[in-house]
């Protein structure tokens, strides 16, 4: 009952977009969108095959400033604070943006009441993958290796609170195993270490996982999904390897500080829309198995509504920390 109490506020919230701050000519000049995470990742790259889109159907640029730090919090409290006229935008993504305030006690910004909802992008659940070098070809083997040795198993994700780490909480608190996790800055930083073998393992998306599984350079054991990924097929679920609670999804979005103008809103919600169904642009999701998602601003207000609310329910189910 709580929970629906909450998600119909959640939706109330989400919904009052105040119409000040109007540009009749929007764009008018260069829009910068914020990606509160360094460059390389998986929502790093969606973002920028966006804004390239964006600025070739609208006639003015749409600049990616990476600006990240503690969890993505710090470029996220910076777009909190811009000035709501459309010409600061925020890429971000769950779960970071939901669970960054509760994880991080100078975070500065509610997840629901600091942001306009404009749209959505992507959506992917992560792969299970260890260095070739770990002697773990399945889930199983992998737990019987960190119960075997407790602690010694390393996993790299982008920070407490991130869509890397998430999961991989999930996944150590349901397998009953104690693992050693080592944080960066980025999914990307992660997985340069995993790769190099600095690092035994980590969850990792579908834009820069695929290449290196493909490429043998990391050994996928499973996808947090409840089917197979059909670029990669082989790969098995972790429903399948006995972990049917380790789902996971993280989707993108496109926000603005709250009080961008509705105007604003219904123009960039439609054009990104539309260049989720441009065939070159599925063609590119679907090389590494993404899905290329997209909705009305209704709809993008209730994806986010709910994916806030389940994911700060899982961050205090797994009793995550203020850092």
């Known amino acids: 009952m709580w929970i629906g109490r909450t998600l119909a506020a959640l939706l109330v919230l989400l919904s009052s977009v105040p119409t000040s701050f109007a540009d009749d000519a929007y764009p008018s000049k260069p829009v910068h969108i914020i990606f509160p995470s ?10 920028r095959l966006v804004a390239e889109r964006l600025s070739a159907r609208l006639g ?8 990240a730090g503690a969890g993505t919090t710090i470029g996220t409290k910076a777009v909190a604070a811009a000035r709501p ?8 993504y769950t779960p970071a943006l939901p669970v960054g305030p509760l994880v991080y006690r100078e975070a500065g910004y509610d997840p629901v009441t ?3 909802p404009i749209a959505m992008f992507a959506a992917g659940s992560p792969f299970l993958v260890v260095h070739p070098s770990v002697a773990a070809r399945t889930v199983k083997e992998l737990v019987d290796l960190a119960k075997a040795k407790p602690g010694s198993v390393s996993f790299g994700h982008a920070g407490l609170g991130s869509s890397n780490h998430l999961p991989a909480e999930l996944f150590r608190q349901n397998a009953g195993i104690d693992l050693l996790f080592v944080p960066y800055k980025s999914e990307a930083d992660a997985l ?7 690092v035994m393992a980590g969850f990792f998306y579908t834009a820069i996982a695929v290449p ?28 399948e390897a006995g972990y049917p609670v380790c789902e996971f999804i993280a989707t993108t979005y496109l926000l603005g500080p709250a009080g961008v103008p509705e105007k604003v809103v ?5 054009e990104i829309a539309a260049i989720m169904q441009e065939p070159d642009v599925r063609a590119q999701y679907s090389a590494t198995g993404a899905d290329p998602v997209y909705g009305t601003v209704e709809e993008v207000r209730a994806r986010l509504a ?14 995550l920390r203020p850092e």
Not at 38 to 47: I, K, L, P, Q
Not at 60 to 67: A, P, T
Not at 192 to 198: A, P, S, T
Not at 306 to 319: G, Y
């Open 114 to 116: 600091s942001f306009t």
């Open 60 to 67: 003015q640029r749409f600049v990616v400033e990476n600006k």
């Open 38 to 47: 360094t460059a390389g990742g998986s929502g790093d790259a969606r973002t």
């Open 266 to 270: 219904a123009l960039l919600n439609r």
């Open 85 to 92: 006229d459309g010409y600061v935008l925020l890429a971000t």
């Open 212 to 239: 290196q599984i493909k490429a043998g350079k990391v050994r996928a054991l499973a996808v947090a999904r409840a089917e197979r990924n059909p670029v990669v097929p082989d790969v098995p679920t972790l429903t």
């Open 306 to 319: 709910r994916e806030i609310s389940l994911n700060l329910s899982l961050a205090r189910a797994l009793n």
């Open 192 to 198: 340069v270490d995993v790769l190099g073998g600095q």
